[in-house]
Every structure is written in C-alpha cells, then in structure tokens.
C-alpha cells in the first residue's frame, strides 16, 4: 500500500522552458533589436540632415541681412549691399579642428565650437552673420562668395557650405544652399539645400 502511494506522490513535477520556446524568445529579442537600431539610425541620420538644413538657412539669412545692412564708413557715409568676407576656414567641432575644421576628421559624433579662446576675427564675422551656433553640431560649416567684401554683379552667387558624416561611414557628405544676385530686384534668389553627388553617396 505504501509502495503503491509513493509511486502516485513521489513524483516531482519539474517545469521550465523547452529549447523550442527559448528560441522563439531569442529570436523574437533580435527582432525587436533589430527594429529598435534601425529606427535609431534613422533617428540620427535624420537629426545630421536637419542641422545641416536648419545652419545653411541661417547661413543664408545672415548672408541677405548683412548685405542690405547698411555700414558706416570713416567719410561719414554708409554703404550697403557689399558681401561679407569669405570665412577663413571652415569652423565645427572641437575635436575635427574647431575653426580650422576638417571634414575628413569628423566621426559622426557631435561636439561644440570652441569659441573661448578662438580667433577673434572669425567670432566677429561670424557675429555680423548671426551665424554662432551654440548648439552641438556634427558637421563643419563655411561661407564664401563670387565677390568677398564688394558688390555682386549680375547672377553672382555666395555660397553656405556643409560637410557632415550622415551615414556614419566615416565619408562625409557636401551640401550647399547658394543665393544668386538679381540686380532687378536688388536681393537674391535662394537655392534649395542640395547635395553634391561627388561627395559621400548617403
């Protein structure tokens, strides 16, 4: 009688996950991450192209407002519709050169401009233009024209230049926003923020 009973009771009962059920979990966890990083790099890329849009229009702005500003000279007279000087160099990061930026240096991390002890020059300029970025940035910026510190002539352009690593592939992509002087109206036609295809293909 007692025999009979442990063989009914004496059994444990032992519960756990099959090899089945733990790959269907496992596989369902790289799915999901999957999912997640690819949304994260678009997030990122998504976020490189928008500073890049948003720093050349404020490139451009600055550029028109400085143009038709006008300037005090030491006649007593003022001056407008001259460009600004072309930018010594390219500015961005600290770590891909600060105001000596250089695109091949950039590693598709962000970084701040180090204006605390940067040329003065270059700050001033940069001031005239309303073009100091505070923010972190991931690219490296620059402004030059047809005609730096005079008058355009007819279908002359200015130029706001990017380079920004988009994609992460170490290969940094060009972009432009250009305005073109239409003496007819005594301002500029703006140009689209555009990709060089002859940089990084994003």
């Given at each position: 009688m007692?025999?009979?009973?442990?063989?009914?009771?004496?059994?444990?009962?032992?519960?756990?996950?099959?090899?089945?059920?733990?790959?269907?979990?496992?596989?369902?966890?790289?799915?999901?991450?999957?999912?997640?990083i690819t949304s994260f790099v678009g997030y990122i890329r998504s976020s490189k192209q928008s500073e890049v849009g948003e720093n050349l229009d404020r490139c451009y702005k600055g550029v028109v407002d400085?143009?038709?500003?006008?300037?005090?000279q030491q006649t007593g007279t003022s001056i407008s519709t001259v460009m600004p000087p072309d930018l010594p160099a390219f500015f961005g990061p600290n770590f891909a050169g600060g105001f000596n930026c250089n695109p091949v240096q950039l590693s598709g991390n962000s970084g701040y401009v180090p204006y605390t002890g940067g040329p003065p020059a270059f700050i001033v300029l940069l001031r005239e233009l309303k073009w100091v970025i505070t923010d972190a940035i991931y690219g490296c910026y620059n402004f030059k024209s047809d005609n730096p510190g005079g008058m355009l002539a007819p279908n002359q352009k200015f130029y706001c230049e990017a380079w920004t690593d988009v994609d992460d592939d170490n290969m940094p992509a060009h972009f432009h926003k250009v305005g073109t002087f239409l003496p007819d109206i005594n301002s500029f036609q703006a140009g689209h923020v555009w990709h060089d295809d002859a940089s990084d293909e994003y």
């Open positions: 007692n025999r009979l009973h442990w063989k009914k009771t004496g059994k444990t009962k032992k519960s756990g996950f099959t090899l089945i059920e733990l790959m269907v979990v496992v596989a369902v966890i790289g799915i999901l991450a999957a999912v997640a400085y143009f038709d500003k006008p300037r005090g």
